[in-house]
């Protein structure tokens, strides 16, 4: 049996996942766009620059820990941490203000 591969776009997303409208009125599309904002602020306010680059280099700019480490002189393991503690403040700050 061959398995049907969904790409989620902006257009579909809300579609697929949820119904098109929240309980307080506001659509998926007006949450997530307000949910990108929260994290965008974020990421350059909570974060530690050495969390920033990391986090950035490998999400962004879909690079492996062990390249980032060796561009900025550190260790993997160290570079791995600060992705981690990064993911971490952003995934607290989404819990906050997702409820």
Excluded: P, W
């Amino acid at each position: 049996m061959k398995t049907k591969i969904i790409h989620f776009t902006d257009e579909n997303t809300s579609t697929i996942l949820f119904s098109n409208y929240n309980k307080d009125g506001t659509t998926n599309c007006e949450s997530r766009k307000r949910m990108k904002e929260i994290i965008s602020k974020a990421i350059v306010t909570e974060l530690t620059d050495m969390q920033r680059i990391c986090l950035t280099e490998h999400y962004l700019n879909d690079k492996k820990q062990k390249e980032i480490a060796s561009e900025l002189g550190l260790n993997a393991s160290t570079v791995s941490r600060h992705i981690a503690k990064a993911r971490r403040k952003l995934q607290n700050i989404a819990s906050y203000y997702a409820s």
